[in-house]
């Protein structure tokens, strides 16, 4: 992805073929954001186009977090065919340290999902929840 590919719609998302598993997964940008209603800068593109491109480094962690959820949860049988990333949240300013939230949907239990929260410095897991710890 390049950061000119970064073009969000009138709902602040747009949607990428995701490289970690090649399923169509949503980028949105925080309505809460200046951002949401600045022009984007070149550099903030290229923040967001890196943490896409670089997915090989974090999905894994995502991933592993979101298990560790549902087995928390008592939840024991499933796959990973049974969470899917839904969404990728911007929650940086463009003056802004870069801050993710993931969003994942769990097939076995569909109503509260995964939700975390990562930066860049080594993709670091701050915060996992139920989903809507991924956008707050």
Do not use: R
Not at 30 to 59: H, P, R
Request: glycine share 6%; net charge negative; hydrophobic share 40%.
């Amino acid at each position: 992805m390049k950061p000119d590919d970064i073009v969000f719609d009138d709902d602040l998302e747009f949607y990428i073929d995701f490289p970690s598993t090649g399923k169509e997964v949503c980028i949105a940008i925080s309505d809460g954001l200046d951002a949401s209603e600045e022009a984007l800068s070149a550099s903030y593109k290229e923040k967001i186009s890196d943490f896409i491109n670089n997915s090989e480094q974090w999905y894994g962690k995502a991933m592993h977090a979101a298990k560790k959820k549902a087995l928390s949860e008592s939840f024991d049988s499933f796959s990973d065919d049974d969470i899917t990333l839904m969404c990728i949240y911007v929650l940086f300013e463009q003056n802004e340290k870069e801050l993710y939230g993931l969003s994942f949907h769990f097939n076995f239990e569909g109503e509260h999902g995964c939700g975390i929260k990562l930066n860049t410095n080594d993709f670091q897991i701050l915060e996992v929840g139920d989903a809507d710890v991924a956008f707050s």
